[in-house]
């Protein structure tokens, strides 16, 4: 006969309710899928741009990590938070992303080695060099922060580690850690995304020419369809997604402006690369030269959209070397590299997604911007100079014999002038209540736009690589030749273009954070014995204390019997 008021019993009950609870529970986990995020900057969840990419995903996506082995504590974090973020991948993509960590220093002879260090630099996963001290000693490893994305036979090779080199080594590394989600991302989207986007080089007017526009080109040849434009042509503009104006030197026609003007109307975006003034350095080694205005013709109508390139050369005191002359020894010409303040390097930039965590740009002979009224229009500076800084009104005299001169301080207190704006909005035409060009068939004039987004760059050599003197072998965009430094001019040009294409706003996920809490080191060592004393005294204090207490509750409850 059951007993029911049986204690053993009902600890059986209480053990079998507990289990089929538990089971319960875990059915409807299973079903109901949740992720929780209880950092305060969220790092650990995943944009829903990146949640979409990775739930559309048809067949599984390739990862190859090749940070790996005994790294120091910084790169020890990069190392887990790339790992951390692939997991998350592989979750949200329902297992489709498949990853695995690979050491390129464990081939079998220093040849294979060589060979295969060699390879991933050719996929664009450059090696770092990373410097650390062990037990006093100077140690020296050759690391490769980056990861190889494989899907349907493509690949594509990604650096990881990115960011402000102005910064601090943990700055830098932090600043890649918050890049890493749109980058791996930004990779599957490239492979697996089958609607490529157009770009289109506006030519006939004085533009670049292929040969120095050849990197960028090649650089968005991965992601996007590039083609040539003719504004003369309205047909060529059909389908183009971005127009993009390099450096003209020749004057815009009226039907051009007209064309560009309806192609914006219509919800087309622009990029514009435009120099103000005729600077060059081939002229500079003249005593008397000026740099004059360019005649384009496209002031009234950047005017219109909201911004005036002002006829003026921007100089500022963080800038970039170029080799002078400077005297003769044994008959032979002594070169020395000097601070040209034509050619600023830029790092201050808008707290955008297109510049979030972005090294600094190598600008040359670039010109201030204004904005104007222009209602309805939002307007971002996206870069601007350094504090130290001033421009000069045109015409300006640009020699390389001013290099040796000294440089006044008290000159350069302009300051952060800037040099490059993003318009968004609805835009006017400018042939609003005007007569349209002769010539042009006007029937589907609109003189109100629809939202849009525009760039304005005061310098067209943003987009200008660099040939080789001697192998005649193009530089990579933004590579300086006399300091062997490669500027951000290409990730700044390919987050600008991601930003005016990407309709799912994948770039949001560059807006990632990840705040660092570094301890205070003096307050450590000056309160070192004070917390030493607290965590290991205090436990031990609680344990007895609940001995204490536990022993005084048994005594008293059983000492009635």
């Known amino acids: 006969m059951v007993k029911w008021d049986s204690r053993k019993l009902g600890d059986?009950?209480?053990?079998?309710?507990?289990?089929?609870?538990?089971?319960?529970?875990?059915?409807?986990?299973?079903?109901?899928?949740?992720?929780?995020?209880?950092?305060?900057?969220?790092?650990?969840?995943?944009?829903?741009?990146?949640?979409?990419?990775?739930?559309?995903?048809?067949?599984?996506?390739?990862?190859?990590?090749f940070l790996t082995g005994d790294l120091n504590a910084g790169f020890s974090r990069f190392q887990k938070a790339i790992q951390e973020t692939l997991e998350e991948f592989r979750i949200y993509s329902n297992n489709k992303i498949k990853y695995k960590v690979t050491d390129p220093g464990v081939a079998l002879s220093e040849k294979a080695r060589s060979e295969f260090m060699a390879e991933l630099a050719a996929r664009g996963i450059q090696p770092t060099n990373v410097i650390d001290n062990k037990n006093g000693e100077r140690v020296e490893k050759i690391i490769f922060p980056g990861v190889i994305i494989s899907y349907g036979g493509r690949e594509k090779g990604v650096m990881l580690l990115k960011g402000n080199k102005?910064?601090?080594?943990?700055?830098?590394?932090?600043?890649?850690?918050?890049?890493?989600?749109?980058?791996?991302?930004?990779?599957?989207?490239?492979?697996?995304?089958?609607?490529?986007?157009?770009?289109?080089?506006?030519?006939?007017?004085?533009?670049?020419?292929?040969v120095h526009v050849a990197s960028l080109k090649r650089d968005l040849t991965e992601a996007y369809d590039v083609k040539k434009v003719n504004l003369g042509t309205p047909a060529t503009l059909q389908d183009v997604d971005v127009l993009m104006i390099v450096k003209p030197t020749q004057t815009f026609s009226p039907s051009d402006k007209y064309a560009l003007d309806q192609y914006i109307m219509r919800g087309g975006k622009v990029m514009f690369l435009v120099d103000r003034l005729n600077a060059a350095m081939d002229s500079a080694s003249q005593e008397?030269?000026?740099?004059?205005?360019?005649?384009?013709?496209?002031?009234?109508?950047?005017?219109?959209?909201?911004?005036?390139?002002?006829p003026d050369l921007v100089l500022d005191r963080t800038c970039g070397l170029y080799p002078v002359i400077t005297g003769q020894v044994?008959?032979?010409?002594?070169?020395?590299?000097?601070?040209?303040?034509?050619?600023?390097?830029?790092?201050?930039?808008?707290?955008?997604?297109?510049?979030?965590?972005?090294?600094?740009?190598?600008?040359?002979?670039?010109?201030?911007?204004?904005?104007?009224?222009?209602?309805?229009?939002?307007?971002?500076?996206?870069?601007?100079?350094?504090?130290?800084?001033?421009?000069?009104?045109?015409?300006?005299?640009?020699?390389?014999?001013?290099?040796?001169?000294?440089?006044?301080?008290?000159?350069?207190?302009?300051?952060?002038?800037?040099?490059?704006?993003?318009?968004?909005?609805?835009?006017?035409?400018?042939?609003?209540?005007?007569?349209?060009?002769e010539g042009v068939d006007a029937k589907d004039f609109r003189e109100d736009g629809v939202w849009?987004?525009?760039?304005?760059?005061?310098?067209?050599?943003?987009?200008?690589?660099?040939?080789?003197?001697?192998?005649?072998?193009?530089?990579?965009?933004?590579?300086?030749?006399?300091?062997?430094?490669?500027?951000?001019?290409?990730?700044?040009?390919?987050?600008?273009?991601?930003?005016?294409?990407?309709?799912?706003?994948?770039i949001q996920a560059r807006n990632k954070r990840v705040t660092i809490r570094p301890l205070d080191k003096t307050k450590v060592v000056a309160e070192r014995t004070r917390w030493q004393v607290l965590n290991l005294a205090v436990p031990l204090l609680l344990l007895i204390g609940y001995g204490v207490a536990r022993a005084y509750w048994r005594k008293k409850k059983f000492a009635r019997f």
């Open 12 to 65: 059986v009950l209480m053990f079998l309710n507990g289990a089929v609870a538990l089971v319960l529970i875990n059915v409807l986990v299973s079903h109901y899928f949740f992720r929780i995020d209880l950092t305060e900057e969220k790092r650990y969840s995943i944009k829903p741009q990146t949640k979409e990419i990775l739930n559309a995903l048809e067949d599984e996506v390739y990862v190859e990590v």
């Open 166 to 210: 102005a910064g601090t080594p943990e700055e830098e590394i932090n600043q890649s850690i918050e890049g890493i989600e749109y980058e791996v991302a930004s990779a599957i989207y490239e492979l697996t995304n089958d609607a490529r986007k157009s770009v289109g080089f506006v030519t006939g007017h004085g533009e670049l020419d292929s």
């Open 330 to 437: 044994d008959g032979k010409p002594q070169v020395k590299l000097m601070e040209w303040p034509f050619f600023p390097l830029l790092n201050r930039y808008a707290t955008h997604p297109i510049t979030r965590n972005l090294d600094a740009v190598a600008l040359k002979f670039v010109n201030s911007i204004d904005t104007v009224k222009a209602p309805g229009i939002r307007k971002t500076a996206l870069v601007t100079t350094s504090p130290y800084s001033r421009t000069f009104t045109a015409p300006v005299k640009v020699s390389v014999n001013e290099l040796r001169k000294n440089v006044r301080p008290e000159d350069f207190v302009q300051g952060n002038i800037a040099v490059g704006y993003l318009l968004e909005g609805k835009f006017s035409s400018l042939f609003k209540n005007r007569f349209t060009p």
């Open 452 to 506: 849009t987004q525009l760039i304005v760059i005061a310098d067209g050599d943003i987009a200008r690589n660099e040939i080789h003197p001697r192998t005649r072998q193009l530089q990579p965009l933004g590579f300086d030749p006399f300091t062997n430094q490669t500027f951000a001019n290409r990730d700044f040009l390919l987050n600008a273009l991601a930003y005016l294409t990407q309709e799912n706003g994948l």
């Open 288 to 310: 008397n030269y000026f740099a004059l205005p360019y005649n384009l013709d496209l002031d009234d109508q950047l005017f219109k959209y909201g911004v005036r390139i002002n």
